[in-house]
């Protein structure tokens, strides 16, 4: 079954120190692979996805993800974080084939920003 | 093009009473997911539509809820008789037709049932 694990329940940066929040997930085959992100009381937005070709992924709100196959991780990344950053982070995957299918999503990780 | 839409956004239900959370796909979109997400938890999936059809419902408490996304109209998620850990926000999610990288699930802004 699948399975994806944000070990960081809580991070917490101070304004424009780079950021590096981690995912790693089990799965059989190359899965899809998503960073979704949720503000207090809001939905959630797409920060960027990965299909395949190029292991690097460039998102919204300059935001970046790599996608590492050897060690099954996904991890997101920010060079320098904004306050506007502090939100609910969560990471998904899906089955690598085409159609419309449920997403299995990890535990969420907090980010707080320190002034 | 308007986004996913949920009504209400807010439900206050009493134990024993039914819930019904409604959602609107994005236009285009016929493909309707519905999540769960509990207290200081990830979202959970419960069931995928489409229109008439429910296609996978495995993630669907066995007794009291109930989803449906008719031809016309918005897909609802029904809560019989309520108890208080069905308290949570729901979320829906759609997608487009199957083809190419129609992959992505755009979501709503949730509702939050609350059971007394």
């Known amino acids: 079954a699948q399975s994806v694990t944000q070990p960081d329940i809580h991070i917490t940066v101070s304004e424009g120190a780079s950021l590096e929040l981690r995912c790693n997930y089990s799965y059989g085959a190359t899965p899809y692979l998503f960073w979704y992100v949720q503000s207090p009381g809001q939905g959630l937005q797409l920060l960027l996805k990965y299909f395949s070709g190029d292991t690097l992924v460039q998102g919204i709100k300059g935001f970046e993800a790599e996608f590492k196959r050897s060690q099954s991780s996904f991890n997101l990344r920010k060079p320098s974080v904004h306050w506007s950053d502090a939100a609910e982070y969560f990471c998904?995957?899906?089955?690598?084939?085409?159609?419309?299918?449920?997403?299995?999503f990890g535990q969420g990780t907090r980010l707080t920003i320190n002034p | 093009n308007a986004g996913v839409m949920q009504n209400p956004r807010h439900l206050v239900r009493r134990r024993g009473q039914e819930a019904r959370l409604r959602c609107s796909p994005m236009?285009?979109?016929?493909?309707v997911y519905w999540y769960r997400q509990l207290p200081e938890e990830g979202l959970k999936f419960m069931v995928y539509?489409?229109?008439?059809?429910?296609?996978?419902e495995s993630g669907m408490p066995k007794e009291r809820f109930s989803a449906e996304f008719p031809k016309e109209g918005p897909s609802i998620l029904r809560i019989q008789q309520v108890v208080r850990g069905d308290s949570a926000a729901y979320f829906c999610?759609?997608?487009?037709?199957?083809?190419?990288?129609?992959?992505?699930?755009?979501f709503g802004p949730g509702t939050r049932l609350t059971v007394t």
């Open positions: 999610a759609s997608s487009p037709s199957q083809g190419g990288k129609n992959y992505e699930q755009y």
């Open positions: 539509l489409q229109k008439e059809n429910i296609i996978d």
């Open positions: 236009k285009g979109h016929s493909h």
């Open positions: 998904a995957v899906g089955p690598s084939i085409q159609g419309a299918q449920k997403l299995v």
